[in-house]
C-alpha cells in the first residue's frame, strides 16, 4: 500500500497513477489547505500585483487559490518552482511562454533551480510579488530566493493565499493508519511539514520498518529524523515516483 500524502484534491492524480501501475494506494493528506482570501480579498490582491515585474508561486495551491477566471489577467512573468505549479499555472490561463520553471530534466525542483532560471530578469527596482501559503503557527516557508532577489536590487511583496494546518484524526483513523503501517505501507512524502504533521498524529509510530518516499533532500532529512527505517528520493514527478516504486517489491 503506498499512502500518498499530498494534499487534496492534488492527491488524486498520483493515486490513479499509482493503481494503474498496479500498486494500491490510498490519499491520507498530512496538510489540510483552506484559502485565506474571499472574492474581495482576492481581487484586492489582484490590484496590488498589478505592474509588478513576476509573480512567484510557491505551489500548485498558491496557483488555486489566488487565481480566479473573472480575475483582471495577469501580464507578469509567472515563476513556478517545479512542474506541477506550472501546470497549475497553464489550468488557469497562463500562457507557457509567460511561465518561468527549471528545465525538465534539474535533479530538483526547488528556489534554487528557479532561481538560475529566472536571475537575469533582475534589476534594480525589480518587484517580485510572492503568493504563498501560511502554517497554523504562522510560519511561511522559505525565503531563500526572495532573499536573492533583495540581494540583487529587487522588491519583494508578498501574498498569503492559503492556510495549512494539520488534519484532525479520530480514533477509527488513527488505528487504521497503524493497521497501513504494520502491513508495510509505503509514504510518498512531499514537504517537512507534513512529516511534523504524521509525528504529532502517530507519535507511537513504527517508523524504523517503514519506507518514506521522498523529493527532495530536506524532506528526506525530516523523515530520517523521524525515523524512517527506508528512505529513497525522487523527483516530484508521477513517471519519476513510479520508477522509484518499480524498485520496491511487488505489492
Known amino acids: 500500500m503506498l499512502l500518498v500524502t499530498r494534499p487534496a484534491p492534488e492527491a488524486t492524480a498520483w493515486v490513479q497513477a499509482v493503481q494503474a501501475a498496479g500498486w494500491p494506494a490510498e490519499a491520507l493528506a498530512l496538510i489540510e489547505i483552506s484559502s485565506a482570501l474571499d472574492p474581495q480579498a482576492r481581487h484586492q490582491a489582484h490590484l496590488q500585483a498589478a505592474g509588478c515585474d513576476a509573480l512567484m508561486f510557491v505551489s500548485t495551491q498558491a496557483v488555486r487559490h489566488f487565481c480566479s477566471p473573472d480575475g483582471p489577467p495577469i501580464t507578469a512573468r509567472c515563476w513556478a518552482p517545479g512542474p506541477g505549479t506550472a501546470a497549475a499555472l497553464q489550468a488557469a490561463g497562463i500562457a507557457p511562454e509567460q511561465i518561468d520553471q527549471p528545465p525538465a530534466n534539474s535533479a530538483q525542483f526547488d528556489s534554487e533551480a528557479l532561481w538560475a532560471v529566472v536571475q537575469p530578469q533582475l534589476h534594480p ?61 509505503v509514504w510518498l512524502l512531499s514537504s517537512s511539514e507534513a512529516i511534523q504533521h504524521l509525528q504529532q498524529l502517530l507519535p507511537d509510530g513504527p517508523w524504523a520498518q ?38 520496491l517489491p511487488a505489492p
Open 125 to 185: 527596482g525589480h518587484r517580485l510579488w510572492v503568493v504563498r501559503g501560511q502554517s497554523a503557527d504562522g510560519r511561511l516557508g522559505r525565503d531563500w530566493l526572495e532573499q536573492q532577489c533583495r540581494a540583487h536590487g529587487g522588491q519583494v511583496h508578498s501574498c498569503v493565499a492559503y492556510s495549512r494546518r494539520a488534519p484532525q484524526w479520530d480514533a477509527g483513523t488513527a488505528e487504521r493508519v497503524r493497521e497501513w503501517v504494520r502491513n508495510g505501507a
Open 210 to 247: 517503514s519506507v518514506a518516499l521522498v523529493s527532495h533532500p530536506r524532506i528526506a532529512a525530516s523523515a530520517k529524523r523521524l525515523g524512517f527505517g527506508e528512505i529513497m528520493a525522487h523527483r516530484p514527478t508521477i513517471d519519476d515516483l513510479l520508477r522509484a516504486l518499480s524498485e
